[in-house]
């Protein structure tokens, strides 16, 4: 029998500061960009909240409403279902299916940071697709008032030197994964 292993605790014990938690969150700096997002809910292994939604291109993404930022999430989650319910009485008075829900498209502007995330599914095939980590966001309600959730993400300025993770030894780049010997292709 093998021996007991602790589990990895990744949070920081004790309360986080905001910064800490946005130089987690938002590595790649901070952008703007408009998402549709349908009412199509999830939590993260971490407990944030996720809603789907499209990009421009109409591709997918994920957006997290992560740490501090969860609490606003709750808004947005009211005008989806509101959103939704609306379509479904509308649906069941016209005497039709319920349309696909994601026709069901709120438009926000966003304010975060893009992730890339990577996952193997049971046959070994690699699967990517997109987060949008948010920081701020805001929509329009159903009665046409502009509504603004989140908090603007608190960055060490490049050069802080009191904001420098000196602790913390760089990370290691691994280059290309090349495969295994037998398992890729003879040239």
């Known amino acids: 029998m093998p021996p007991f292993v602790p589990p990895i605790d990744r949070r920081k ?3 986080v500061s905001p910064e800490y938690e946005d130089s987690g969150l938002f590595k790649g700096g901070v952008i703007q960009v408009k998402l549709a997002v349908v009412p199509v809910f999830g939590t993260t292994s971490r407990g944030d909240c996720t809603a789907r939604g499209f990009n421009a291109d109409g591709k997918e993404v994920s957006v997290v409403f992560a740490g501090r930022r969860r609490p606003h999430f709750q808004a947005l989650y009211t005008q989806l279902r509101y959103m939704y319910a609306q379509a479904q009485q509308r649906d069941l008075e016209r005497k039709v299916a319920m349309r696909d829900v994601n ?3 709120l438009p926000v502007q966003c304010e ?3 992730r890339a995330i990577s996952e193997t599914d ?7 697709h997109l987060q949008f980590m948010a920081a701020r966001w805001a929509f329009q309600a159903h ?5 603004k959730y989140g908090t603007a993400p608190l960055l060490p300025k490049p050069g802080d030197p009191a904001q420098a993770r000196s602790d ?3 990370r290691p780049y691994f280059g290309p994964v090349s495969p295994a010997r037998g398992q890729g292709s003879v040239s």
């Not at 049971?122 to 990517?128: D, S």
């Not at 009665?143 to 509504?147: A, E, M, P, V």
Request: charged share 15%; no cysteine.
């Open 13 to 15: 014990k004790g309360p």
């Open 103 to 105: 026709s069901i498209q």
């Open 112 to 114: 975060g940071s893009w």
């Open 122 to 128: 049971a046959e070994g095939q690699v699967h990517q």
């Open 143 to 147: 009665d046409g008032q502009t509504l």
């Open 168 to 170: 913390r030894p760089p």
